[in-house]
């Protein structure tokens, strides 16, 4: 928490090798050509202060600065690279990221270091391209290239053929994959989502690396299938290929990723079954197929048989399944009836974790994964995962029958949502068996009878409730945080009563509610008067049938006639 400046003596330290003041609270302005005098300074680190950095645009200068090796400018308020670099022939780690450089990167940067740079991070400026770049780049030992949240445009670049950690996301990148990507075999992690990136994905990119880790092309115009070399022995964790236009069916090459934990493969335009097959896979923790164009019945597992054994997070919304819910899978999935390290101490995400040493730095790098579900009505991002978070979105569907009891299985349910299906029958008191539950929504179905009083008991961490436009009469469960609910998690059900809504229910125990509150007063009526009307003209009317009876049978008989339906109508 150090406060003011770096004192200006620190140019007297002639023999300083290592200079750190990271994550402090030093301001003013830092003239860069007092530590660069330091003809043994080797590593210099100013990342997360307030300082502006100023360094003098002389050549003459520079020429005779020292030679650093590590260099850590992060969030330095810097609009420009700075000029010192260009005389930098010994670096081994460059960070430059979360500052305020605009423009292209400078020819002379591909200059800089070429022969000994590791670690370059440019992400989190306004970088728009390489200007006058060749397509591989040029620093022929780096290991680790972040160039994300920039507004780079042109094709994608490839970095050298040692290149461990790769990530360019969230820019403006256009073109086809380069093939050459292909020749990248120590790739570990490999992030280009967000980009405007379009043709197919190579064949290539399956199997071209035993190393890699993460395949995240999330965002992107890719089209065509899905390729289907996916190699065995493959390390592959994570596969997000999800918001492109990918066709046709799922490769079952995939079944040869034993390692896979996370596999999204949403809004594209797959048009295949439920691939059953998956559930082989002994370390899938989280599957998205949401908005494709997957078709028909989920049929049960064989009995015996152990599916999906680490599933936590399901999400098959918008989708074209049918037929009824597949209450075998919820007998089956292991993961989401009880979760191993649930009361961990510290929290634990689905990460990978790059540990590189540079020198005397060990330089630790987490990639953090990441989705996109809909939770409490909206759809979210998580920027990261934790291991506890146990979901199941089957929304936009056309699933028919009921809900079945085995729901009650899945004690670890955070996030449960059924809505826009043909769901009959009543809400199953088994759901009140999700004491973890925190969101439901069974809304746009055609559920009837009363809601269980159970679940206004037992769900305790409810902080969302969707239960509109179903058949659901009686009793809204009073005395409980369902009370607290807005009134449109209830519309569109007019035989619910009670609050939040306005209408108030009866005492008697079907929970029906009350007849108008409109006073027949209103109306010019009585009650009594109606029903006295009503016997009078009961005796009346008695009275002149009898005597039509007596002294006109005939008529009588063919008037009558016509008001009684035929024998086979009555049928």
Not at 220 to 240: C, E, F, H, V, Y
């Amino acid at each position: 928490m150090l406060q003011g400046s770096v004192p200006s003596s620190i140019s007297r330290l002639e023999k300083l090798n290592f200079f750190d003041c990271d994550d402090n609270r030093l301001g003013g302005l830092l003239e860069m050509d007092a530590f660069l005098e330091l003809k043994d300074l080797q590593y210099l680190f100013m990342s997360l202060n307030d300082f502006n950095l100023v360094s003098r645009n002389d050549n003459n200068a520079t020429r005779h600065q020292a030679q650093l090796v590590d260099i850590g400018l992060r969030y330095c308020h810097l609009r420009e690279f700075p000029y010192f670099l260009r005389h930098q022939h010994r670096l081994q780690l460059l960070d430059l990221s979360s500052n305020n450089i605009p423009g292209q990167i400078p020819q002379w940067m591909s200059k800089v270091s070429v022969e000994t740079l590791l670690f370059l991070d440019l992400s989190n400026n306004s970088l728009t391209g390489f200007d006058e770049f060749p397509l591989v780049l040029p620093w022929s030992k780096l290991n680790y290239l972040k160039l994300d949240s920039n507004i780079l445009r042109g094709s994608l670049p490839v970095p050298a053929l040692s290149t461990v950690f790769y990530s360019i996301s969230n820019n403006y990148l256009n073109g086809e994959i380069p093939e050459l990507l292909c020749n990248l075999s120590s790739l570990s992690i490999l992030d280009f989502s967000y980009n405007n990136i379009s043709g197919g994905i190579p064949v290539c990119l399956s199997n071209f690396s035993k190393s890699l880790l993460v395949l995240k092309v999330r965002s992107n115009q890719l089209d065509g299938p899905i390729p289907s070399g996916w190699a065995t022995g493959n390390r592959l964790k994570m596969i997000d290929l999800s918001k492109n236009k990918l066709q046709e069916k799922i490769p079952k090459s995939l079944m040869e990723c034993k390692m896979l934990e996370y596999l999204d493969l949403g809004n594209n335009q797959i048009r295949d079954a439920f691939p059953s097959w998956l559930g082989s896979l002994p370390e899938l923790n989280i599957l998205i197929l949401s908005s494709n164009a997957f078709y028909g019945r989920i049929k049960n597992p064989k009995l015996n048989l152990i599916v999906f054994p680490k599933l936590r997070i399901i999400d098959l919304s918008h989708n074209r399944f049918n037929g009824t819910l597949p209450w075998g899978y919820f007998e089956r999935w292991i993961s989401m009836s009880s979760l191993d390290g649930k009361n961990s101490p510290t929290p634990k995400y689905m990460r990978e974790s790059l540990d590189m040493r540079l020198n005397v730095m060990q330089v630790p790098r987490d990639y953090d994964y990441s989705m996109t579900i809909t939770n409490k009505g909206m759809e979210m991002k998580y920027p990261k995962i934790i291991r506890t978070l146990v979901a199941i979105d089957f929304s936009g569907n056309r699933f028919d029958g009921e809900i079945p009891e085995s729901i009650g299985k899945l004690k670890e349910l955070h996030m449960l949502n059924f809505s826009n299906n043909n769901l009959v029958g009543g809400i199953p008191v088994a759901i009140a068996k999700l004491i973890n539950l925190e969101s439901l929504d069974l809304s746009h179905n055609k559920l009837e009878g009363r809601i269980p009083m159970e679940l206004g008991t037992q769900l305790t961490f409810l902080a969302f409730l969707n239960v509109s436009y179903n058949r659901l009469t009686g009793f809204i469960p009073r005395d409980t945080q369902f009370e607290s609910f807005q009134s449109n998690s209830f519309d569109g059900n007019p035989g619910l009563c009670g609050k939040p809504l306005l209408k108030e229910c009866s005492n008697n125990a079907s929970g029906l509610p009350l007849p108008s509150s409109t006073s027949s007063k209103e109306f010019g009526l009585d009650w009594k008067e109606v029903l006295l009307g009503y016997g009078c003209g009961f005796l009346y009317g008695a009275v002149i049938g009898h005597i039509v009876i007596k002294r006109k049978p005939d008529w009588f008989a063919k008037t009558f006639s016509k008001l009684i339906p035929t024998r086979r109508r009555m049928r």
